[in-house]
């Protein structure tokens, strides 16, 4: 097995604000694994919320010895990887996807189809999301997202009064979800919030309220009184973290990046709904890999929020389509594997 690995430098159409930071683009790593004439493509979105970088990334993939890893073995791939290095979610989530598109390649099927799932055309939506900005740029922001069924607007910060009320003077009754990013401090602001945002009355569900770290009698506080859905997300790692998100929301969002790749995130996808959790795929500010990726796992999820790859500018990658927020493999130009392939 050989194994390929580059830095991207990913141009984001606007710049993007949420309550931990803002940002103009986001540095990804790609990699590539070949072998007998297939090849792998998967990809990497560090985080440093998670403690992950480009460097960390690079220092992982430089450690790993490519003829441990092979195709026709996923959990013999995934075992070696664990001893390489604790951690390290998002460089092991890239090798994971790269070693199921090789192996789905090999097959002669999709992922999704490797993995006993299917996906059913039509009936995949992910929502659009709408970072912190001033009012007036929320306002123009709505007016292009006009296209999607559902929106996500990012809360927890000064200000965020104000942009619902933009949102809402755009699109007033349009689904939409708010994330705040562990953006509110206390029990009673957090509620207080939850309560300002119910009364809006075409809300899902409202995304990791308080920090992940929050202690237990003031997230079961929370749940008890909050009027919307609550979804952990920087609360829900992996499948480890199930129990607690189980006791203390209603919902989970699950990323590949967290998960460690396909195979974390299909693990934590099904316990979770044993668990009787909502769940939901999310993404970073990625490309067309990761997106398509996580899209493989839809058949478990009752939400989407798959539009990583709709923020930015230059995606090296073209797969899943995503026409008024419809995700849609029937005209992705690969058959097989993750049905991505290198832009011309
Ligand atoms: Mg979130």
Redesign the pocket.
């Given at each position: 097995m050989e194994l390929k690995f580059w830095t991207t430098n990913l141009i984001l159409a606007h710049r993007w604000t949420i309550a931990r930071g803002s940002a103009d683009q986001q540095e990804v790593v790609f990699i590539e694994l070949k072998q007998d004439g297939l090849t792998g493509i998967g990809e990497a979105s560090p985080s440093d919320r998670y403690q992950e970088e480009i460097s960390t990334i690079e220092a992982f993939l430089k450690q790993v010895d490519s003829s441990r890893l092979s195709f026709t073995d996923i959990q013999g791939s995934m075992e070696y990887l664990e001893q390489v290095a604790p951690g390290n979610s998002a460089a092991k989530g890239a090798l994971n996807i790269a070693l199921l598109d090789g192996a789905a390649k090999r097959a002669g099927k999709a992922v999704y189809d490797l993995l006993g799932l299917g996906f059913r055309e039509g009936k995949h939506v992910t929502s659009f999301s709408i970072g912190i900005d001033s009012p007036e740029i929320i306002r123009k922001k709505a007016i292009e997202a006009k296209d999607y069924s559902v929106l996500k607007l990012k809360v927890g910060m000064p200000g965020e009064k104000e942009n619902l009320a933009a949102l809402r003077e755009v699109a007033p009754t349009v689904p939409a979800r708010v994330?705040a990013?562990e953006g509110w401090k206390t029990k009673e602001e957090a509620l207080q919030k939850l309560e300002w945002l119910a009364a809006d009355r075409h809300i899902e569900f409202c995304?990791?309220p308080m920090p992940a770290s929050t202690p237990a009698v003031d997230l079961a506080w929370l749940k008890k009184r909050s009027p919307l859905p609550l979804m952990a997300?920087?609360a829900c790692i992996s499948v480890k973290d199930i129990p607690h998100c189980a006791e203390f929301y209603h919902a989970v969002?699950v990323k590949l990046v967290k998960t460690g790749g396909i195979s974390g995130g299909f693990e934590t996808l099904s316990a979770a709904r044993k668990a009787g959790l909502k769940t939901m795929l999310?993404c970073m500010i990625e490309s067309s890999v990761l997106i398509s990726a996580a899209a493989q796992l839809s058949e478990l999820t009752d939400y989407l929020d798959l539009d990583g790859n709709l923020l930015i500018s230059n995606d090296p990658y073209f797969g899943p389509t995503a026409e008024q927020g419809v995700i849609s493999f029937a005209n992705a130009p690969e058959k097989f594997g993750l049905r991505v392939v290198p832009r011309k």
């Open positions: 994330d990013n995304e990791q997300d920087e969002n999310g």
